[in-house]
C-alpha cells in the first residue's frame, strides 16, 4: 500500500518562494496520479494541482493557476509542488495524495485519492 510523506513546508515571507516534495514508500508513485491538496485555517481541504502517472499531465486549481507548478521526479520517485511566489493567502497544511487509476486523467477531488500524507505546514507571513 502506497504511503506518502510531504517535505519542504515552512515559515516564509510575502514573495518568497518555496517547494514542497512528496515521497511515495511501499509502492511505486509512477504507478498513481498524484495530486497536492491544501487546507487553509478555518476552511475546507481544497486540490490545487495534479499531475497523470504516464504522460504528466496537470490541472490548476484558478487560484494558482500560474503561480504554481507541479512536477514529477521519476528518478527520485517524487512529485513536487514549486510555489516561486507565495502570498498571504497559500497559508496551510498542503497534503499530497494518490490515486491508483489506470486512466491518465486525474482530478481535482479528494474522493478519488486513496493515499494521504500526513501534511507540511505553509505559513507566509512577514
Known amino acids: 500500500q502506497l504511503q506518502l510523506k510531504e517535505s519542504g513546508g515552512g515559515l516564509v515571507q510575502p514573495g518568497g518562494s518555496l517547494r514542497l516534495s512528496c515521497e511515495g514508500s511501499?509502492?511505486?508513485?509512477?504507478?498513481?496520479?498524484v495530486a497536492w491538496f491544501r487546507q487553509a485555517p478555518g476552511k475546507e481541504r481544497e486540490a490545487v494541482s495534479c499531475i497523470t502517472r504516464r504522460d504528466g499531465a496537470t490541472k490548476y486549481a484558478d487560484s494558482v493557476q500560474g503561480r504554481f507548478i507541479i512536477s514529477k521526479d521519476n528518478t527520485r520517485g517524487t512529485v513536487e509542488l514549486r510555489i516561486p511566489t507565495l502570498k498571504p493567502e497559500d497559508t496551510g497544511v498542503y497534503y499530497c495524495?494518490?490515486?491508483?487509476?489506470?486512466?491518465?486523467?486525474?482530478?481535482?477531488?479528494?474522493?478519488?485519492?486513496?493515499?494521504w500524507g500526513q501534511g507540511a505546514q505553509v505559513t507566509v507571513s512577514s
Open positions: 495524495a494518490g490515486d491508483p487509476t489506470f486512466l491518465d486523467i486525474c482530478y481535482m477531488v479528494a474522493p478519488y485519492y486513496h493515499s
Open positions: 511501499g509502492d511505486t508513485l509512477d504507478s498513481y496520479n
